[in-house]
Nanobody
């Protein structure tokens, strides 16, 4: 019903920046709350950031607050994650997700659709 495709991952040195993009199709984008999650090797997937349907509300994990910024362009059916001041511990596969929830959510179980993930590797 909803297809999500992430892009923009890659290798970057500590202190550098990357911008991830997630393009959505199959449903009216503005009806979806969007989120970013990540999964590091040997660890469970964790919440990173979320944004409401209109972009009016955003939420961040404490570990990325002040460094990452989530945004969306409903005209382009795309959500972004701007990552600055990257640290080696940010290394993970990053996933975007879409929720049919009326309100923005930070809970993984509330998300209905998931992308395939994009690898982000931060070197020391």
């Amino acid at each position: 019903q909803v297809q999500l495709v992430e892009s923009g991952g890659g290798l970057v040195q500590a202190g550098g920046s990357l911008r991830l993009s997630c393009a959505a199709s199959g449903r009216t984008f503005s009806s979806l709350a969007m989120g970013w999650f990540r999964q590091a090797p040997g660890k469970e997937r964790e919440f990173v950031a979320a944004i409401s349907r209109t972009g009016g509300s955003t939420y961040y994990a404490d570990s990325v607050k002040g460094r990452f910024t989530i945004s969306r362009d409903n005209a382009k059916n795309t959500v972004y994650l701007q990552m600055n001041s990257l640290k080696p511990e940010d290394t993970a596969v990053y996933y975007c997700a879409a929720a049919l929830s009326v309100l923005v959510t930070t809970t993984q179980a509330r998300y209905d659709y998931w992308g395939q993930g994009t690898q982000v590797t931060v070197s020391s």
